[in-house]
């Protein structure tokens, strides 16, 4: 019986989930999650997804703290200057964290800063109030084409559905224009679209899933080159039907800042792996939010994230929004 339980007790301790080795990372306080947009965005939403899962594995706190304000990069910048010792994360679309040197909204910073832990895909959609006169996508463009004040609702230059609004305007070309309105969130910008305070919106699907549900926003395009499904929405139709442009997955994550101890990035692998993976608890959120549920972390989280990366730091050179040239920051732009 002794030799049986001896051999159980191996096979017990060969076979527990590697977070709970003896040679890995035990937090010993609390750990901040520094989301550098308001509540209730898609950036909060997904992130108080991940972190109880992240919580239950660790087994300590992981505190989300909102620090909104110029487009992220405040609270990117905190999360930056922070001791690197591994207990101040932040959480972002990739292609923010990427790029915001080249707009000089961060200043020396690149993605090899962090290491990378990824969980879904979000789509930008166009939507316009349940009453506006624009019905269809086409009606909107039309309406930008003629010089009318068409206002646009995004979180700022640098989020989602601003970089979606920019691109959407250097797809029409020459004589398309839409005046933007920027707010400290995704959340605060869909509402106001909802609520007429501006006419458009072009954040994310995650944003504006409650409102389309509910028949306050209707959505005219989603920046995709398939049409989007939502639970309990009908398919909204692909922008790549009627407008030739490129679009790559906007993949979201939680990042670790470079130079803490490397038992920090080990546990976390291992927690990504074993905690996030598969997490039915964001499966869930994508099919109800509108996002692609994709996760991936270290090397393999990078190569997914660099087709965004790449388009959006490129085209901020194209628009005349880049004060440094991408490569710079090891980002080389296709050649014309």
Not at 165 to 190: S, T, W
Not at 229 to 236: F, M, Q, R, S, Y
Not at 272 to 287: F, R
Request: hydrophobic letters at 45%.
């Amino acid at each position: 019986m002794k030799t049986v339980a001896l051999t159980a007790l191996a096979g017990a301790i060969l076979f527990a989930p590697a977070a709970f080795a003896d040679d890995t990372w035990k937090p010993d306080r609390p750990i901040n999650i520094i989301v550098p947009w308001s509540a209730g965005g898609s950036t909060d939403q997904v992130t108080r997804v991940v972190a109880p899962l992240i919580e239950e594995a660790l087994g300590t706190p992981i505190v989300v703290v909102n620090q909104p304000g110029a487009s992220g990069s405040i609270g990117t910048r905190a999360a930056l200057d922070a001791p690197r010792d591994g207990y101040t994360w932040t959480a972002n679309a990739i292609a923010n964290n990427a790029t915001y040197a080249v707009t000089g909204l961060v200043e020396n910073t690149d993605i090899d800063d962090y290491r990378v832990y990824l969980h879904i895909a979000n789509v930008p959609v166009v939507s316009v109030n349940a009453d506006s006169k624009f019905k269809t996508f086409e009606d909107l463009v039309s309406a930008m084409k003629s010089g009318e004040n068409v206002t646009v609702a995004t979180a700022g230059v640098n989020s989602s559905g601003g970089m979606a609004l920019a691109a959407i305007k250097e797809a029409l070309g020459d004589g398309a224009d839409a005046r933007m309105i920027a707010y400290d969130g995704g959340n605060p910008a869909v509402l106001a679209a909802a609520s007429g305070e501006a006419m458009v919106t072009t954040q994310l699907a995650s944003e504006q899933a409650e409102l389309i549900r509910a028949g306050k926003l209707r959505p005219l395009v989603a920046l995709a080159a398939a049409p989007l499904e939502i639970e309990g929405i009908d398919p909204i139709p692909a922008i790549t039907a009627t407008v030739d442009m490129h679009v790559a997955p906007d993949y979201f994550g939680v990042f670790i800042p470079t130079g803490a101890p490397q038992e920090v990035y080990d546990t976390m692998d291992r927690v990504w792996q074993e905690a996030v993976m598969n997490a039915p608890e964001l499966k869930d959120y994508a099919k109800n939010r509108g996002a692609t549920f994709d996760p991936a972390f270290g090397d393999a989280a990078r190569e997914k994230a660099m087709p965004v990366v790449i388009s959006e730091a490129c085209s901020r050179v194209t628009r005349g929004e880049a004060v440094i040239d991408p490569s710079e920051i090891g980002i080389t732009c296709p050649a014309d």
